[in-house]
């Protein structure tokens, strides 16, 4: 069964910075893509950033330059290092998980609070 587990959300002031996590369980986590999603209150699920099995990267124009994905696939985790944090920036984020070639085997966590706020 598979089971991925968010931490590291939390309150922030403006400019600040959080690092999420997320651990992975009941998959071969090197060969998933892996990717962080959020959604704010009122608004759709957005996709924040993606990391390959390759290490191919991508991010949202609406954090790049701010925000860094990366995994450990010897410890099966992934994390998101949020810097330069932005009112905006608020909303619950969910880790991700794809087998490519496989859409049914998609897997998401329950997500966790960042908010930002003086």
């Known amino acids: 069964q598979v089971q991925l587990v968010e931490s590291g959300g939390g309150l922030v002031q403006p400019g600040g910075s959080l690092r999420l996590s997320c651990a992975a369980s009941?998959?071969?986590?090197?060969?998933?893509?892996m990717a962080w999603y959020r959604q704010a209150p009122g608004k759709q699920r957005e996709l924040v950033a993606t990391?390959?099995?390759?290490?191919?990267?991508n991010y949202a124009d609406s954090v790049r330059g701010r925000f860094t994905i990366s995994r450990d696939n010897a410890k099966n985790t992934m994390f998101l290092q949020m810097n330069s944090l932005k009112p905006e920036d608020t909303a619950v984020y969910y880790c991700?998980?794809?087998?490519?070639?496989?859409?049914?085997?998609?897997?998401w966590g329950q997500g966790t609070q960042v908010t930002v706020s003086s």
């Open positions: 991700y998980s794809e087998r490519v070639g496989r859409p049914e085997d998609v897997s």
């Open positions: 009941g998959i071969i986590f090197s060969i998933y893509t």
């Open positions: 990391i390959r099995s390759g290490g191919t990267i």
